[in-house]
């Protein structure tokens, strides 16, 4: 793993550098979730009660911390281990309580990375307030569905954007040009101005990410915008989709042109009328 941790300030060539560049630097944790490891370290040193439960409890809504665990779970897995981590608690439990907390000692935190940049902090802080909404309409459309992987529907929505997340920890004047056309134009697709500044599209360089950390598969399908014919009528795939989608398109009010279309796909996904499903989305976001 890279020791430099000077922010990337000119794009890469191609989809391959973004992916080599942001595969070896660090995957940073939130303040909050490195003090709560460090005080659930603590207690097991004491008291040697802590569990895997207990750790996913602590960190779970920090979709960068998520990640992190995914990612070293899947750098440690035996090669016997058939099976890959897909929840914070099985990666612990593949891990090892003692394993996993050296491990945690050395993360780095968000906050060091970026004590000089607001901008970056303030940027970063809007992904993950969409993050959090997305994974709870994800939640809660797969308990209303009674899916069997609710968790797993939930981790995907989470880590849908963690793509953003990491490039405003390492490349935030970058990805701020990107948020900067978009707010100066409404009308300019995500897509087209991605290319345009980093000379990659965001999903194309998550999915590059996810299969060089190694993550399961089913996560790897879970958040392909990009999937197509099969994969995009999945019940379960197109579950995370519109949450994802729910939650960008009403983060700043509930009047964007493109949610009655959400709505409508939404109320045939879940067997609801549009009004019953106005009423679901107010309940979960509130």
Not at 103 to 127: F, I, K, M, T, Y
Not at 135 to 158: K, W
Not at 210 to 220: D, F, I, Q, V
Request: proline share 5%; net charge negative.
């Amino acid at each position: 793993m890279s020791t430099d941790l000077r922010p990337l300030t000119a794009a890469l060539p191609d989809l391959a550098s973004w992916t080599a560049a942001l595969r070896d630097r660090p995957i940073p944790l939130l303040a909050s979730s490195a003090a709560a490891l460090a005080a659930l370290a603590e207690a097991e040193e004491t008291h040697g009660n802590v569990d895997a439960h207990r750790i996913d409890v602590a960190i779970d809504d920090d979709p960068l911390a998520t990640l992190w665990v995914l990612d070293l779970a899947a750098r440690q897995r035996h090669v016997r281990q058939v099976t890959p981590a897909e929840t914070i608690t099985s990666a612990v439990m593949m891990l090892g309580i003692g394993t996993f907390f050296r491990a945690s000692a050395e993360a780095r935190v968000v906050e060091d990375l970026l004590a000089n940049q607001p901008q970056a902090r303030e940027g970063l802080a809007a992904v993950l307030r969409r993050a959090h909404r997305s994974a709870r309409f994800a939640l809660g459309f797969g308990i209303h569905r009674m899916e069997s992987d609710v968790t797993l529907l939930r981790i995907a929505a989470l880590l849908h954007d963690v793509t953003e997340m990491l490039l405003w920890c390492h490349a935030p004047a970058l990805i701020g040009e990107v948020a900067a056309r978009l707010h100066a134009d409404p009308t300019l697709r995500s897509e087209t101005a991605q290319r345009d500044v980093l000379h990659v599209s965001l999903i194309d360089l998550e999915q590059s990410l996810l299969r060089a950390w190694h993550l399961p598969e089913r996560l790897l399908r879970l958040t392909d915008d990009h999937a197509e014919g099969l994969a995009l009528v999945q019940p379960q795939r197109r579950l995370v989709k519109l949450a994802v989608q729910l939650a960008r398109h009403t983060q700043s009010g509930w009047d964007n042109a493109a949610l009655p279309d959400d709505i409508e796909e939404l109320s045939q996904l879940l067997n609801l009328s549009p009004m019953a499903v106005r009423g679901l989305l107010g309940e979960l976001d509130s």
